[in-house]
DNA sequence: GCAAGGTC
C-alpha cells in the first residue's frame, strides 16, 4: 500500500512527515524535488512539497501574436491550462505511480483547494487511486494527526471557483491590455504596455480617487477663536467651542465681546484615566502597513524580507491572514531567547508573570499564526542571515510587536478643563502618561505628553490674549502606502500575498510613483484613469473584483456551475469591453497626448513649459527650415513663438520671466530669451530679472554703469539710460571683480583670453590711474 | 509583451 501525499511547499511537506513518521522520514531528490519517505500503518507514504502553483493558464499559441490577432478574439477564446514548473510535473508522475492513495494536503483555502487538484490532474494519469483531503489550519502535530486521521473528500466547486478567477482574470488582463496598448501606439509611442487588470486596476483606481478629490477642493476660510490664560503663575491655551468658525461676521461678533475681558474662570474640570491597549498581533496585511509607516520600508521590501527572515529561522510564516494567536501558543519558550540583550527587560517581567496573556484581533484565517519572531537574534545575525537593507529593522519591528502584544494596556491621565468667559466657552485638554505598559517596547507611536498646570475648578484666570485666527481648510492628503493597503484590504482587492505585487505593477507601468512616503498619480496613470472612469466606471473601482469574487463564490458554494460562471464572467467583460470600444477615440486621444507630453516633459533640453492656450506642453521644435517654440497639442493648437536662428539654447529652469514668457532660455553664452517675448536686453522688465552687475558711477550723470551683453557685443552701458557708453574687450571672458579702482572706485574688470594670462584692470575712461594704468601697459 | 495567485 502506498500513499502519496501533496503540501502546497516543501516546508510543510518536512513537517508533516515529521509528525507522521514520528521522526523517522527519510528526504530523497526526485528531479530537484524533496520527497519525504517513511512507513506508517503498514503503508509507505511519500510526502511531497510543491512550490505553490504549478500550473497556469494561457492562451494557445496562435494568439500570443498582438498584432494578428484581434483582442476581442481572446474573449471568446479559452485559456489552456499547461504546467509552468516542469521539474515539479515529472516528480509528480514518478512518485505517483501505482499509488493506492493520493492526499491533498495543500493550505485550506481556494487556492490551495486549486493547488491541490493541479498535483491530482498529473498524479492521475500514472494512478487510479482514492483520492482525500487533508484539511488543517496550523502545523500543530495535535492538528496534523486529527486531519490525517480524518481524511475528507476534496473539494471540487473550491478548486473550480479558483480555476474560474484565474480564467476571468486572464481573459480580462490579457484582452484590455492588449487593447489599449495597440489603440494608444496609433497615436503615441508608449514606454512599455499599457496594462490593465481586476487587482491593478482598482488599486490605482484609489489613488486616482484620492488626486480627484485633491484636485476638486475648494479651500474654505474659517476662524478659530483662542486664548492664552494665566493662572498660578503658568500659561495655558483654550480653544473656543465654536471650533472652526466659518462666518467671518459670527467669528467677529464673538471675538468684539471678548476683547478687552480681563478675566475667566474654569467652570469644569475633568481628570480621566484613559487606556491605550496594545496592538492586535500581526497579520501580513497589518505588518505591510507597519513596515511602511514606521519604517520607511515599502510593502514590497518589507515581504521579501520577512520571507528571508522566516527562511532563516528568524520568524514566522509572513503570509497570514491571522491576527490571533491559538489557544497553544507557547509564548514562554520564544521569550526565553529574548533574556539577553535588546528586549531582556521585557522578556524577564513577561517570564516572571503567571500568565502570558496576548490581545488577541478577531480574524482567524485558518492558515498561519500571526507574525511572530521564532528565534533571537543579533543584529550581526539578521544582517549575516539576511542580504538585504533594513532586515534588522523589520526584525526589530516584529520582535517589539510581539513583545508589545503581550505587555498591559499605557494608561494616560487626561486632564480637561472647561473656562467660561463673558458666557463663551474654551475647551483645554492635555495627557500625561502614567504607565507606559506596552508603549515601553514601542517606540514606532510615541504620544505626546502635553501638561497642563495644577489649577482648580472655579479658579480666576488672568486672560492674557485672545486671538481670532483666520485659516484655511486644505484639501485631503495624498495616499500613503500604508493607506492604500488597508483600502485594499477593505475592499478585497488582492490577497496577503499579493496586495504589494499590485502596488509594484502600477509603479512600472508608470501609472504612479511613491514620493517619500505618500503617492502621486502620474499623468499617464491618471489620464488611464479618467478615460476608464468616464467608459467603464466600474474597472476604476473595486467592483469589478467584487463582481467576479461573487461568482467565483457561487461556484464554491456549489450555487453556480463552473461553465456558467465562467459564461457570465466572460459576458460581463464584454459588456465592459464595449463600452471601451465605444469610447476608443477619446480615450486614445487624451492617453496619447498624456503620454506624448511626459515624454516631453522628460525631455529636458527640448521641454519649455506649459502652453498658455490649452492643456498641452510646449517644447523647442527643430526642422530643416528652422526652429521655434511649438505646442504638442498641434494642429489643435497653433500656438508658436519664434526663436533666435543661431546659438545653443538651454532651457533656465531656475529662472521665470516676470513678463508671463513660457519660460527663459539661454542663447549660447551671450544672452537671455524670454518665450514669447523676445531677448532679455530689450526688455524694460530686464534690470527685475537680471540685477545690473554695476562696475561704478557714471562719469556722466548720476546713474551707473553695467554691463550689457547682447547677442554680438558687450559693452557698459548707464542704469539711466544716459547714453553713455564704454566698450569692454570682445574677446575672453569678462568677469566683474570685487577689487575696486583706488582713482575712481570702479570695480575692476578681469579678462581672461585662452592661453594668455588674465587680466585686471579699470575701465573707466575718465579715470586718472586707469590712464596711467594704460600707458603703462603699452610701454611694456 | 497581457492577469492574479501561489512560493523559493
Redo the contacts with the bound molecule.
Keep these: 500500500m502506498t500513499t502519496v501525499v501533496f503540501t502546497?511547499?516543501?516546508?510543510a511537506a518536512a513537517q508533516i512527515s515529521t509528525i507522521l513518521s514520528g521522526g523517522s522520514a527519510k528526504r530523497s531528490i526526485v528531479d530537484g524535488v524533496s520527497v519525504y519517505e517513511f512507513q506508517r500503518d503498514g503503508s509507505l507514504w511519500k510526502i511531497m512539497?510543491l512550490?505553490?502553483?504549478?500550473m497556469?493558464?494561457?492562451?494557445p499559441e496562435e494568439?500570443?501574436?498582438?498584432?494578428d490577432v484581434d483582442p476581442a478574439a481572446?474573449l471568446d477564446t479559452d485559456p489552456v491550462k499547461k504546467i509552468?514548473?516542469a521539474s515539479f510535473g515529472s516528480a509528480i508522475l514518478k512518485i505517483s505511480k501505482g499509488a493506492d492513495l493520493l492526499v491533498l494536503a495543500c493550505?485550506f483555502?481556494r487556492?490551495g483547494e486549486n493547488?491541490g487538484f493541479e498535483a491530482k490532474s498529473i498524479a492521475e494519469k500514472v494512478c487510479n487511486s482514492t483520492v482525500k483531503r487533508a484539511r488543517f489550519s496550523s502545523l500543530s502535530k495535535s492538528e496534523i494527526e486529527k486531519a490525517f486521521n480524518e481524511l475528507v473528500e476534496p473539494d471540487e466547486n473550491m478548486a473550480m471557483s479558483a480555476e474560474a478567477?484565474?480564467i476571468l482574470?486572464?481573459k480580462?488582463?490579457?484582452s484590455f491590455?492588449?487593447f489599449v496598448?495597440l489603440s494608444v501606439?496609433e497615436r503615441a509611442r508608449t514606454k512599455?504596455?499599457l496594462?490593465?487588470?481586476?487587482?491593478?486596476?482598482p488599486t490605482c483606481g484609489f489613488v486616482y480617487e484620492r488626486e480627484l478629490a485633491i484636485r476638486k477642493f475648494d479651500s474654505r476660510d474659517f476662524w478659530k477663536i483662542e486664548g492664552v490664560f494665566t493662572g498660578k503663575g503658568a500659561d495655558i491655551t483654550g480653544v473656543h467651542r465654536g471650533g472652526h468658525i466659518y462666518d467671518k461676521e459670527k467669528a467677529d461678533v464673538i471675538f468684539k465681546k471678548l476683547k478687552g475681558c480681563k478675566t475667566a474662570v474654569i467652570s469644569k474640570k475633568t481628570v480621566k484615566e484613559m487606556n491605550t491597549n496594545p496592538p492586535f498581533p500581526l497579520n501580513t496585511n497589518e505588518f505591510l502597513k507597519r513596515a511602511s509607516k514606521f519604517l520607511d520600508v515599502s510593502p514590497d521590501k518589507a515581504l521579501e524580507i520577512a520571507?528571508q527572515l522566516y527562511?532563516s529561522g528568524f520568524t514566522s510564516y509572513p503570509?497570514t491572514e491571522t491576527n490571533m494567536y491559538a489557544d497553544d501558543m507557547d509564548f514562554a519558550s520564544i521569550l526565553k531567547g529574548f533574556t539577553k540583550g535588546d528586549y531582556q527587560d521585557f522578556a524577564l517581567l513577561l517570564l516572571s508573570q503567571k500568565a502570558i496573556v496576548p490581545r488577541n484581533g478577531k480574524k482567524d484565517g485558518h492558515d498561519h499564526p500571526p507574525i511572530h519572531p521564532i528565534k533571537a537574534g543579533s543584529r550581526m545575525e539578521i544582517e549575516r542571515a539576511v542580504k538585504m537593507p533594513r532586515a534588522w529593522d523589520v526584525y526589530d519591528l516584529i520582535v517589539r510587536h510581539f513583545i508589545a502584544n503581550l505587555l498591559p494596556p499605557a494608561i494616560f491621565e487626561k486632564t480637561r478643563f472647561e473656562i467660561t468667559m463673558e458666557g463663551e466657552l474654551f475647551d483645554s485638554t492635555g495627557s500625561i502618561q502614567k504607565n507606559a505598559g506596552w508603549l515601553a517596547v514601542y517606540p514606532f507611536e510615541k504620544p505626546q505628553d502635553k501638561i497642563l498646570p495644577e489649577l482648580d475648578l472655579n479658579e480666576i484666570l488672568a486672560v492674557k490674549k485672545i486671538t481670532n485666527i483666520k485659516s484655511q481648510t486644505t484639501p485631503p492628503k495624498r495616499l500613503t502606502e500604508a493607506e492604500l493597503l488597508t483600502l485594499m484590504d477593505k475592499h478585497g482587492i488582492?490577497?496577503?500575498?499579493?496586495a504589494p505585487?499590485?502596488i509594484e505593477?502600477n509603479k512600472k507601468r508608470g501609472y504612479f510613483e511613491v514620493k517619500g512616503k505618500t503617492i502621486a498619480i502620474l499623468d499617464t496613470g491618471f489620464t488611464l484613469m479618467d478615460a476608464l472612469n468616464s467608459s467603464v466606471p466600474i474597472l476604476v473601482k473595486p467592483d469589478i473584483r467584487s463582481s467576479i469574487e461573487s461568482l467565483i463564490q457561487d461556484v464554491e458554494d456549489g450555487n453556480k456551475k463552473f461553465e456558467l460562471a465562467l459564461e457570465e464572467g466572460t459576458s460581463l467583460i464584454k459588456e465592459m469591453y464595449s463600452q471601451l470600444l465605444s469610447n476608443r477615440d477619446l480615450m486614445v486621444t487624451r492617453i496619447a497626448g498624456t503620454i506624448t507630453d511626459e515624454a516631453v516633459e522628460a525631455d529636458k533640453k527640448n521641454h519649455v513649459g506649459k502652453c498658455s492656450e490649452c492643456e498641452r506642453v510646449l517644447r523647442i521644435v527643430s526642422t530643416d527650415k528652422g526652429r521655434f517654440v511649438g505646442c504638442t497639442g498641434y494642429p489643435q493648437c497653433k500656438n508658436t513663438f519664434p526663436l533666435p536662428k543661431t546659438g545653443a539654447l538651454a532651457v533656465q529652469r531656475s529662472r521665470t520671466c516676470k513678463k508671463g514668457g513660457a519660460a527663459v532660455l539661454k542663447v549660447g553664452s551671450k544672452y537671455f530669451w524670454a518665450v514669447g517675448i523676445g531677448p532679455c536686453f530689450s526688455c524694460d522688465m530686464e534690470k527685475e530679472c537680471y540685477p545690473p552687475e554695476i562696475v561704478g558711477a557714471c562719469p556722466a550723470c548720476d546713474g551707473q554703469t553695467f554691463l550689457i551683453t547682447t547677442k554680438d557685443s558687450r559693452f557698459l552701458g548707464c542704469t539711466k539710460r544716459c547714453g553713455h557708453t564704454q566698450s569692454v574687450p570682445k574677446n575672453g571672458r569678462l568677469t566683474i571683480t570685487d577689487k575696486v579702482c583706488e582713482g575712481c572706485g570702479w570695480r575692476l574688470l578681469r579678462v581672461k583670453e585662452q592661453g594668455k594670462d588674465a587680466k585686471e584692470y579699470c575701465a573707466n575712461r575718465k579715470c586718472e590711474v586707469a590712464a596711467q594704468m594704460r600707458s603703462s601697459y603699452r610701454k611694456k
Excluded at 63 to 67: A, D, P, V
Excluded at 195 to 201: A, M
Aim: overall charge positive; some cysteine; glycine content about 12%.
Design positions: 502546497e511547499k516543501n516546508k512539497g512550490a505553490g502553483h504549478i497556469g493558464y494561457d492562451y494568439f500570443s501574436n498582438w498584432r481572446l509552468n514548473k493550505d483555502d487556492e493547488i478567477r484565474q482574470d486572464l480580462m488582463g490579457a491590455t492588449r496598448t501606439r512599455g504596455v496594462s490593465i487588470g481586476p487587482c491593478q486596476t520571507e527562511l503570509r488582492g490577497t496577503k500575498a499579493t505585487s499590485h505593477t
